[in-house]
């Protein structure tokens, strides 16, 4: 599918421009995370990519690293786990720089559906179901500028219908359409945790 074709070259050339244009900007976020937390600088967190397939996704630590292996939404008190820049980094949506590193490794789109954790096996099964599985995981996607940021699992299977009607209405026009209103996401401070 020439769609296909298309979204993977304008992914690797995008991935690399943004690398490139955020490089000095996330040195000193690594530097920022290093110094005001114990822990490494990146939480690699095991997610269901293309057909089910388990992938380590990066992103910038927000959160002390005796935080429980678990979604956020089943923390009693999430925030009391942040870092000290955590919130900052949640709010911008400037922990997700590093998941430019998955695009280029083929992991993972500009845009797609999120990728669900590896141990949210309601969310896995519903997914396969409607063959939201066989779709590469983005960044960024259509259920995450329409729905307001929710952590809940109910949320989640919400988010399912925009990941359905992203999948029936799949073109570069509406990629284009959801990175441009991701930008105005992140620009407000409305990104998803």
Not at 117 to 124: E, K, V
Not at 153 to 163: F, Q, T
Request: glycine content about 6%; hydrophobic content about 45%; overall charge positive.
């Amino acid at each position: 599918m020439l769609y296909k074709v298309i979204k993977c070259i304008i992914d690797l050339i995008c991935a690399v421009i943004l690398l490139l244009l955020f490089g000095i900007p996330m040195f000193v976020i690594s530097l920022i995370v290093k110094l005001t937390s114990k822990g490494p600088v990146f939480y690699w967190s095991d997610r269901v990519g293309i057909n089910n397939t388990i992938f380590r996704m990066p992103k910038f630590r927000t959160m002390r690293i005796e935080t429980p292996a678990v979604a956020t939404h089943l923390l009693e008190n999430p925030d009391e786990y942040l870092t000290p820049i955590g919130i900052f980094l949640r709010k911008f949506s400037l922990d997700e720089l590093p998941q430019l590193w998955s695009v280029m490794k083929g992991y993972m789109s500009l845009v797609g559906p999120r990728p669900a954790l590896y141990n949210q096996d309601d969310l896995i099964s519903l997914r396969t179901e409607k063959g939201i599985h066989k779709i590469t995981p983005g960044i960024t996607g259509w259920a995450q500028i329409n729905y307001p940021y929710g952590a809940s699992i109910d949320d989640a299977l919400r988010k399912l219908e925009y990941d359905l009607f992203y999948i029936k209405n799949m073109s570069i026009l509406l990629d284009l359409k959801i990175l441009l209103k991701t930008v105005g996401v992140v620009l407000l401070g409305e990104g998803s945790r």
